[in-house]
């Protein structure tokens, strides 16, 4: 199956920047859909954003014109970038991948997780 690593997290203040990353290996990378998601202690996991094969793009209300996603096929990766950060950005951010088409932004559609990576904002 698809290994995902997440990488590019960390502790940061409002208004910062991050981007994240997320490498895919053991998988024909231009074949799947990728998205993030996060989550909060005691919340539930949500959509934050996803990117199809073919660089069609979705994001989350809380998070459009903030965050941007891209994918760099020749490295089978794909990049978070996280502005103007804000405390209720702080969770834990997964990457996740597909094989579908559509997934209409919901996590069950999502076959392949990574870890997940830390991310931290400080008011």
């Known amino acids: 199956q698809v290994q995902l690593v997440e990488s590019g997290g960390g502790l940061v203040q409002t208004g910062d920047s991050l981007r994240l990353s997320c490498a895919a290996s053991r998988w024909a990378f231009t074949t799947l859909t990728m998205g993030w998601f996060r989550q909060a202690p005691g919340k539930e996991r949500e959509f934050v954003a996803e990117?199809?094969?073919?660089?069609?793009?979705a994001f989350a209300d809380s998070v459009l014109g903030r965050f941007s996603i891209f994918r760099d096929d020749t490295k089978s990766t794909v990049y978070l970038q996280m502005n103007s950060l804000k405390p209720e950005d702080t969770a834990l951010y997964y990457c996740?991948?597909?094989?579908?088409?559509?997934?209409?932004?919901?996590?069950?559609?999502?076959?392949?997780w990574g870890q997940g990576t830390q991310v931290t904002v400080s008011s």
């Open positions: 990117i199809t094969w073919g660089r069609l793009t």
């Open positions: 996740a991948a597909t094989t579908r088409g559509l997934t209409h932004s919901r996590p069950e559609n999502y076959d392949f």
